[in-house]
């Protein structure tokens, strides 16, 4: 049963199976769903046409958060820690439009916040942060194999070399918000 006065946050950073597995362990956060956002082409895409990068998605996540437990500012300080937000369309291996570090904000208030998160962050990184900010757009549920990913796939190669040391990072950085 979904609580009332639920809010959403819709980011990308790269590869939407490590976005989701840190977020599903944060406190406050009662789903997270992989999916696609910011693209030119019309309709749903799938997988392989978002991969092909022709039709400007971004590989995202929508997170449906309860405010009372988790501030949007606290959601995005840990996005903006956990990926690379410095690299232009690329997350480690990962290269490509489809990779690129956004928030899709739905309100003015999340504009502002994540304006503000973004330079208090800026001194934290060597590089200059490429992070976009950009209004929500229609956002496409991924395909089910995609969703809870990396829960269902631990001992897959990439599961253990990408993602368990991100959620590690996160451990080290986030501890007190996790569930």
Not at 17 to 28: D, I, L, N, P, S
Not at 63 to 78: A, E, G, Q, R
């Amino acid at each position: 049963m979904e609580k009332k006065n639920m809010e959403l946050a819709t980011i990308g950073g790269g590869c939407f199976w490590c976005t989701e597995a840190v977020f599903q362990q944060v406190k406050g956060v009662q789903k997270v769903v992989s999916g696609y956002s910011g693209g030119t082409v019309p309709g749903k895409p799938t997988y392989r046409e978002v991969c092909s990068g022709l039709t400007g998605h971004a590989e995202v996540i929508q997170i449906t958060f309860d405010p009372t437990l988790i501030s949007y500012k606290d959601i995005l300080i840990i996005f903006m820690t956990t990926h690379d937000p410095t690299t232009l369309n690329r997350q480690g291996a990962d290269v490509g439009t489809q990779y690129r570090s956004v928030i899709f904000y739905h309100t003015e208030t999340q504009k502002q916040i994540a304006e503000s998160v973004i330079s208090e962050l800026t001194s934290y990184y060597e590089n200059p942060i490429v992070t976009e900010v950009a209004a929500a757009e229609p956002f496409f549920e991924a395909e089910a194999e995609h969703q809870d990913y990396y829960r269902q796939n631990t001992q897959q190669g990439y599961c253990n070399f990408v993602i368990t040391p991100k959620l590690a990072k996160l451990r080290k950085l986030h501890a007190d918000k996790l569930k």
